[in-house]
Each structure stands twice: as C-alpha cells, then as structure tokens.
T-cell receptor, first 111, second 113 residues
Framework: AQSVTQPDIHITVSEGASLELRCNYS??????LFWYVQSPGQGLQLLLK??????LVQGIKGFEAEFKRSQSSFNLRKPSVHWSDAAEYFC?????????FGTGTRLTIIP | EADIYQTPRYLVIGTGKKITLECSQT?????MYWYQQDPGMELHLIHY???????EKGDLSSESTVSRIRTEHFPLTLESARPSHTSQYLC????????????FGPGTRLTVL
C-alpha cells in the first residue's frame, strides 16, 4: 500500500526567508503527487500537483516542488515566505482515484 | 473559486444523538469524498461516491453512513454519536478522472460530549 511521510511536524521560519518542506512517498509505480495547504479553520486548497513530465512543478502563491524518483521525494519550496503562508501543509499521493495524505507540517512565520 | 459547502461548521452534541453533516457542491462534480481529520493528524478517507446512488467505504473504518441521491448533495449521518466520533469532517469533490484536483469544503468540527 502507498504511504506518505512528512518528517517535519513543525517548522518556523522568518518572514522573507526561504522554505523547504519535505515529503517522501512509498509506492511501487509512478506516483501522482499533490501538495495542499490548510489555513486555520478552513478546508484544503491545492498548491500544485505532479503527474508526469517536467519534474519541477510550479504552483500557486509562488510555491514549487521537485519530484525526485531516486529519493522518492516531492519537496515543496518557496524562495521567500510571507506571513500569510503560515498554515498546515499536506503532501498526498494519488492511487486508484483516491488520495493518501501525510500527517502534515505546520509552518509558523516569525517577523 | 471552489463552491463546496458544509453545514454546520461547528456542532456540539450529547452522546446518543443522531446527527447529519451536510455537504453540497455546485460544480456538477461526479465524485465526492468524506475525510476525517484529528488534530495534528493526516486526513483519512471514510466514504466516497463516484456518482448518484454510488457509495463506498474508505480506508478508515467509520460508523457513519452516507447517501448520494443527488449529484450535488452528499450527507454523512451518525445514528448514535459517541465521544470517539469527536473530530473534524471534511467533504471534497472532483470531476471524473481522478487526476483532477479535489476541492475541499471548510469542514465541520464535531464535538460529542
């Protein structure tokens, strides 16, 4: 069965600093990968997705992610975070029309 | 802008009560999903539907039931709520062809006393 690991439960970065959130997956075939963001009291919003092709994927809000098959990773990056980026971030793998989510990484932004 | 709605947003009830969590979408999506999310935990799929009169159980066993009589409506029912049902419930929908993104509602936070 597929699984997703987000090793960082909580990350704190300064506003304007760069960000990388880690995601590792376990799946036998080529995965379909997603990053979602959840603001407090809200549902999830899709940031970006990878199905095939270019391994560097651009998303909304200035986020990007890179698929690395050799490392089974799909890390999310942003060159300069804004206070509004504070939220919970979930990585997910899609198999058989269903999503399996990681446990999430909570991002805190300090001035 | 996704148009998927959940009511109520917050619900506090006593043990043994029957409850229905409402989920509606105006996008005409065939597929709809219910997830359960505990604080600091991942989302677990508890029910899904691929269209009218189609319902399936998800990966996480749940005592809740669902129905899909209309495309836009996918309610979740607990016949007798218990404290163990306390959680956040998120509804989502997507177009056919699973590579399409799932749009999520704002969630219902349920507390059973």
């Amino acid at each position: 069965a597929q699984s997703v690991t987000q090793p960082d439960i909580h990350i704190t970065v300064s506003e304007g600093a760069s960000l990388e959130l880690r995601c590792n997956y376990s799946y036998g075939a080529t995965p379909y990968l997603f990053w979602y963001v959840q603001s407090p009291g809200q549902g999830l919003q899709l940031l970006l997705k990878y199905f095939s092709g270019d391994t560097l994927v651009q998303g909304i809000k200035g986020f990007e992610a890179e698929f690395k098959r050799s490392q089974s990773s799909f890390n999310l990056r942003k060159p300069s975070v804004h206070w509004s980026d504070a939220a919970e971030y979930f990585c997910a793998v899609g198999v058989n029309e269903k999503l399996t989510f990681g446990t999430g990484t909570r991002l805190t932004i300090i001035p | 802008e996704a148009d998927i709605y959940q009511t109520p947003r917050y619900l506090v009830i006593g043990t043994g009560k029957k409850i229905t969590l409402e989920c509606s979408q105006t996008m005409g999506h065939d597929k709809m999903y219910w997830y359960q999310q505990d604080p600091g935990m991942e989302l677990h799929l508890i029910h899904y539907s691929y269209g009218v009169n189609s319902t399936e159980k998800g990966d996480l066993s749940s005592e809740s039931t669902v129905s899909r009589i209309r495309t836009e409506h996918f309610p979740l029912t607990l016949e007798s709520a218990r404290p163990s049902h306390t959680s956040q419930y998120l509804c989502a929908s997507s177009e056919s062809g699973w590579y399409n993104e799932q749009f999520f509602g704002p969630g219902t936070r349920l507390t059973v006393l």
